[in-house]
């Protein structure tokens, strides 16, 4: 079975600043794809990046960039010069390719609040 | 227009009434998904469908049923409602493929009283 896990309920950050939404994941696939999802207060899920369980590089998105340890199953977001309209919950999920019959799953998402 | 449009987008209904949530894309996807969300505890799949003859349950489907009507339309509904049904719900789409992102409704609040 897969499951995504997101520790952090909330988390704070001055504006300008840089801050990690931690996720880790948990599947014995070996083909999968990690992506994450920014939900603001308006609750329209919003795609930031994507990371494939066979790509070399961690990915990047202007601001975004995931910071993808594959042995210890983290796939963390990063988000850089942080922006009060970054204030949103953020979610991670998975699609493992084989054993998880291809299904998008979600973890239980963590609260960005950033402060002038 | 939305690319994935769900309707209704609020509604409050009474207990043990049958209700039909609505999702219809114009994205030519063959994936099809519905979640609800609940406070503290993310987004769960109910049902998802990777074609109109592919039908598969999700983690929580009891008390729930789709129809894949055609390639665009996927229709949720709640047998009998009951008030922990409450919740917001989600329509998504996807094409095929690993690295492919869903792109999400607006979502439909559901409110059983």
């Known amino acids: ?116 | 227009d939305a690319d994935v449009t769900q309707t209704p987008r609020n509604r409050i209904t009474k207990t043990g009434k049958r209700i039909m949530l609505e999702c219809s894309q114009t994205k030519g996807h063959d994936r099809m998904y519905w979640y609800r969300q609940d406070p503290g505890l993310g987004l769960r799949l109910i049902y998802y469908s990777f074609d109109v003859k592919d039908i598969n349950k999700g983690e929580i489907s009891d008390g729930y049923s789709v129809s894949r009507q055609a390639q665009a339309k996927f229709s949720l509904s709640l047998e009998s409602a009951i008030p922990n049904q409450t919740a917001l719900y989600f329509c998504a789409t996807s094409m095929t493929g690993r690295n492919t992102e869903a792109f999400f409704g607006q979502g439909t609040r559901l409110t059983v009283v």
């Open chain 1, 1 to 116: 079975a897969q499951k995504i896990t997101q520790t952090q309920p909330g988390m704070f950050v001055q504006e300008k600043e840089a801050v990690t939404l931690d996720c880790t994941y948990d599947t014995s696939d070996q083909s999968y794809g990690l992506f994450w999802y920014k939900q603001p207060s308006s609750g329209e899920m919003i795609f930031l990046i994507y990371q494939g369980s066979y790509d070399e590089q961690n990915a990047t998105e202007g601001r975004y960039s995931l910071n993808f340890q594959k042995a210890r199953k983290s796939a963390n977001l990063v988000i850089s010069a942080s922006q009060l309209g970054d204030s949103a919950m953020y979610f991670c999920a998975m699609r493992a390719w084989n054993t998880g019959f291809q299904k998008l799953v979600f973890g239980t998402g963590t609260r960005l609040l950033v402060s002038p």
